[in-house]
């Protein structure tokens, strides 16, 4: 009895430090769900095509998509903009779901700012818009927004609102 008493401390320090790694970060900028997917949607410095997920990878709630392409000068290109709940949570088809993105000003938007009817998809699963526009300029086009959608379970419903920002590189 007395060896496993010895250990005990031992276990119990690394009992604090395996639970301590659960922790929300206590940086001045670690992001609360529901705030922005700024950071995460910056593409790579390569700026290859990928899909990116939202924020906080430890959303529980929902995962916010972005879909970026590579763009042409001249031609209407398209970048998608998804959020899809995560059990037990599904769409609020009741709220008054909307995208607004903006771009530089070397881009034209076919439509900033949309709301439900717009959708390219929504019911209960998903939410997804796509935000089509044109350049006559080639370089990283970068963009902003704010997605407002909401997420319920039986118990509860959560509105949210997405701050986006993501880069098109444009050829």
Known sequence: MHSFLHRLPGLC???????????????????????TAAAATTPPADNKVKVVEGANPTEDRYALKIEPVEGKVGQ???VLVKVVPKAPWHMNLDFPTSLAVAGPGDVKLAKGDQNKADAIKLN??????????????????????????????????????EELNFRVAVK
């Open 76 to 78: 209407e290109n398209t």
């Open 124 to 161: 209960e699963e998903s939410a997804e818009f796509g935000v089509k526009f044109t350049t006559e300029a080639a370089g990283d086009k970068a963009f902003t927004g704010k997605f407002k959608f909401a997420v319920c379970q039986d118990e509860a419903c959560s509105p949210v609102t």
């Open 13 to 35: 320090l690394l009992v604090a430090v395996a639970c301590g790694s659960e922790q929300k970060p206590t940086a001045p900028d670690a992001k609360v769900p529901e705030k």
